[in-house]
């Protein structure tokens, strides 16, 4: 599965964005999908993520009650809607196919990720 992040941008803080994963091949359905991130400096980190039906979602504590995850799999996209944005969001972010098991562990190809800056 190649993936194609987009809808990054600058943004102040407590505005909002709309993040897209567009993903090809016919299994993308079949996958537990996830965003993580990515700031300078740090390591890449777990964001959200969501089972194959959309059924079941997971977030990070400190994006809870702020970010969205959902999915389209007639499109093969996945979403995340990020509001009441921080200047502490600011980071690359990036999707990818998780582990059933632990629902936050990724595998497979990163893509090249979306900038996300947020500006106090």
């Known amino acids: 599965v190649q993936l194609v992040e987009s809808g990054g941008g600058l943004v102040q803080a407590g505005g909002s964005l709309r993040l897209s994963c567009a993903a090809s091949g016919r299994t993308f359905s079949s996958y537990a999908m996830g965003w993580f991130r990515q700031a300078p400096g740090k390591e890449r980190e777990f964001v959200a993520s969501i089972s194959w039906s959309g059924g079941r979602t997971y977030y990070a504590d400190s994006v809870k009650g702020r970010f969205t995850i959902s999915r389209d799999n007639a499109k093969n996209t996945v979403y995340l809607q990020m509001n009441s944005l921080k200047p502490e969001d600011t980071a690359v972010y990036y999707c990818?196919?998780?582990?059933?098991?632990?629902?936050?562990?990724?595998?497979?190809?990163w893509g090249q990720g979306t900038q996300v800056t947020v500006s106090s």
């Open positions: 990818n196919a998780v582990d059933l098991a632990t629902m936050n562990r990724p595998f497979g190809s």
